[in-house]
């Protein structure tokens, strides 16, 4: 393949970018190298590899496809996206304070208020659809920004552009998690992010068979102190979920397409639905974060969120009642999941400025026959 990668669409860069044929025996796909070390021509002479945790080829195709397919100079793979998330969180010092959306993942939300907070660092949780609120209420010593649009469990849209703007004008970074959106829709990069990070459990698997985490930064520092706390740790992944990764990674484009048109149907049935009391989807013109989402997104997603008009024990019976509908953790897998995110995904939130309304119901909308996703659905409501 051309060393110009820019110059092939998203699908070509996903299949192809840091995966030419294996060069000794003419292999397509790329191997699992499944070993733990690597021999050497001579102290202290080798072919790039010496142990496996500081560096795999698996894993440094997987990081050159989704590097590229985020727009990106650099890409770091990791043990899971709380990991990508710590190894960004080691960059602050005692002191340093972090800026959250009010709306974030409850994983992030523990991360920085149970394990950073504790050793100096700081955070507040803020309304960033508001980047000249937090302007002018601008914390002191902030370092980080950390966005996620669309949000988890809201879907609240964040204006990365807007955003950016305000942390850069106060010396800070902005960090955008875009586990939502996935590059194929989204690359926060563009828009003025200074690293971006992902679950790559989610949408990029796409199959709910590995777990993973991943960073893209078009800054070289930022990549060097990645690598080097992804080493010192060891917050690495074996070479057999990293091709599991790659191997999703190339169909995300027609997955996200499925996702896109399902979750549109769904959002269509449910806002007719008088157990419905509203939804939550960036797709819908009612949405206060459609403009921003329709310049900075080419598509809205697979993820839709809803509130039961019968409070919270109506949105459990629904998410009990349903059948398709696999009721688990996680999301954007070709398998429609439903969730009670108050109880399961965001808990460690409670009784914080994050928490979420008890009557929220979260949908992966996966990419089954539309008519079985909203028959399941229906009959849930009913």
Known sequence: MSDDHSSFGFSTRAIHVGQDPEPRTGAVTVPVFQTSTFAQEAVGKHTGYEYARTGNPTRTALEAALASMEGAAFGVDFASGLAAEDAILRMLRPGDHIVMGNDA??????LISKVFAPMGITWSAHDLTDPAGLGAAWPENTKIVWAETPTNPLLTVIDIAAV?????????LLV??????????QQPLAHGADLVVHSTTKYLGGH???????????????????????????????PWDVYLTLRGA??????????NENAAAVVEMLEANSAVSSVLYPGLSSHPGHEAATRQMSGFGGMVSFRAAGGRDAAIR??????????????????????????????????????VPDDLVRLS????????????????LS
Not at 105 to 110: M, N
């Open 208 to 238: 709910s068979d590995t777990v993973g985490g991943f960073v893209a930064t078009n800054n070289a520092e930022f990549d060097t102190h990645l690598r080097y706390i992804q080493n010192a740790v060891g917050a690495v992944r074996g």
């Open 164 to 172: 950016a703007d305000v942390a850069h004008a106060n010396g800070a």
């Open 365 to 380: 909308v996966g990419i089954e026959d539309i008519s079985d996703i909203l028959a399941d659905l229906e009959q849930a």
């Open 318 to 355: 629904i998410i009990e009642k349903a059948k398709l509908f696999i009721l688990a953790e996680s999301l954007g897998a070709v398998e429609s999941l439903i969730e009670h995110p108050g109880v399961m995904t965001h808990a460690s939130a409670e009784g914080s400025p994050l928490e």
């Open 176 to 185: 955008c998690d875009n586990t939502f959106a996935t590059p194929y829709l």
């Open 105 to 110: 993942y409850g994983g992030t939300f523990r």
């Open 250 to 259: 190339k169909t995300l484009a027609i997955r996200m397409d499925r996702h």
